[in-house]
T-cell receptor, first 113, second 112 residues
Framework: AQSVSQHNHHVILSEAASLELGCNYS??????LFWYVQYPGQHLQLLLK??????LVKGIKGFEAEFIKSKFSFNLRKPSVQWSDTAEYFC???????????FGAGTRLTVKP | KAGVTQTPRYLIKTRGQQVTLSCSPI?????VSWYQQTPGQGLQFLFE???????NKGNFPGRFSGRQFSNSRSEMNVSTLELGDSALYLC???????????FGSGTRLTVV
């Protein structure tokens, strides 16, 4: 089965700083890739997804992610974070046509005002 | 449109008991997946159902089981509860096999 690795456990940034959260996956076939966000006290929400096509994917709230197939990576970026971006971010992957979706351990982002 | 609904929201059970959790997916969604979320292990995949058939299963003991009904609603059951089963159990639904999940708010199970 596929697996997902998120490099950072906890990231602390000041407002307006740029963000990049790393995500690598392990799977030899074609995959769908996702980033989910969990704001404090709320349920998981989809930030963005990659199925095929342009490897640079834009999501909600100014987030984007780039799929680099050769590196098995799907890093999440945002040019300027806000205090309201404080949340836990999860990278997830499933094999094409399969709903056996695996999540990374999550990265907690704290943005200081 | 209504989201994914999980009931109950909170549950306290005693070791050795069994528990059934319920999930109503978004209307039209035929795939339902279950996850266990804990601070130490993160989100762990339990199983996935599509059109009443279990298609995928995670690495959990047989005490964890589930089913899906013809209206796509799903239940999961945990028998002989252990303290380590205390967790947030999340249900997610998807219209098809692409894993484009919408999550529910979860059921927080505490085993004492």
């Amino acid at each position: 089965a596929q697996s997902v690795s998120q490099h950072n456990h906890h990231v602390i940034l000041s407002e307006a700083a740029s963000l990049e959260l790393g995500c690598n996956y392990s799977y030899g076939g074609t995959v769908n890739l996702f980033w989910y966000v969990q704001y404090p006290g709320q349920h998981l929400q989809l930030l963005l997804k990659y199925f095929s096509g342009d490897p640079l994917v834009k999501g909600i709230k100014g987030f984007e992610a780039e799929f680099i197939k050769s590196k098995f990576s799907f890093n999440l970026r945002k040019p300027s974070v806000q205090w309201s971006d404080t949340a836990e971010y999860f990278c997830a992957v499933n094999a094409l046509g399969n709903n056996d979706m695996r999540f990374g351990a999550g990265t907690r982002l704290t943005v200081k005002p | 449109k209504a989201g994914v609904t999980q009931t109950p929201r909170y549950l306290i059970k005693t070791r050795g008991q069994q528990v059934t959790l319920s999930c109503s997916p978004i209307s039209g969604h035929r795939s339902v997946s279950w996850y266990q979320q804990t601070p130490g292990q993160g989100l762990q995949f339990l199983f996935e159902y599509f059109s009443e058939t279990q298609r995928n299963k995670g690495n959990f003991p047989g005490r964890f089981s589930g089913r899906q009904f013809s209206n796509s609603r799903s239940e999961m059951n945990v028998s002989t509860l252990e303290l380590g089963d205390s967790a947030l159990y999340l249900c997610a639904s998807s219209p098809g096999p692409a894993g484009d999940y919408t999550f529910g708010s979860g059921t927080r199970l505490t085993v004492v």
